[in-house]
């Protein structure tokens, strides 16, 4: 049995354990994970059995619980300071803790409008203007961040760090949904997909049987 344990939803659709499941590995930590399928009738009850939240993901650590994707992200960046979880410098560190807030906390109509399916293959579905507005926004950050801060790496703050982790479902989101992205976006997102552990996340998730109505709808 591993140290941490890691309670996570469907790797289909699932944004938030995604997160979570990839600071892990980010982190280099070994953990068990266990699935609670986010179609269970009963699933409030199971999650409240380890999430005070009732919400994935939740980290375990000894008798520690940790139920939020960016607070497992800062926890294992302070255990973990020599994986360099942010970016070494100050100034980027704070744009790169500014850009995972503005995830963390936004982008309602994204993903309302577009949630993460990564089995999708239907057409590109209509989404609103708020949508789009969201859109241009993450292109607009991953444009940015890349100018400012990537010269040592194809990722947002050149080597991957927590802000990936926390725009790795937006990178699945613009794929599946064939969401038209600049060169820069597109770009980002390749790199991405080349990265082992969310490319392992994406062939489990495909293996996944269970479909979820409302998200498949759209
Ligand atoms: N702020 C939380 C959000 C977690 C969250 O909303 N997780 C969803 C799954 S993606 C959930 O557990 N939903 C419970 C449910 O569908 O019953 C985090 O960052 O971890």
Redesign the pocket.
Known sequence: MARYTLWI?NKN????????WLMCKLAGIEFDEVL?R?DEPD??GR?RQF?P??????LKDGDLLI??????GEYLAERFPEKKLWPADPRARAVARAVSAEM?AGFAALRGQLP?NMHRTKAPPQWNADAQRDIDRVQEIWRDCRKAYGAGGPYLFGALSLADCCYAPVVSRFTTYRVPMDGAASAYCEAMWEWPALDAWREAALEEPWLIERDEAI
């Not at 659709?13 to 979570?20: F, T």
């Not at 939240?53 to 939740?58: A, I, Y």
């Not at 139920?67 to 497992?72: E, F, G, L, R, V």
Request: hydrophobic share 45%; net charge positive.
């Open positions: 939803g659709y699932s944004s938030w354990s995604l997160r979570g609670v986010l699933r409030w999650m999430a939240s009732g919400r994935v993901p939740t139920w939020d994707s960016m607070a497992i963390h993460m």
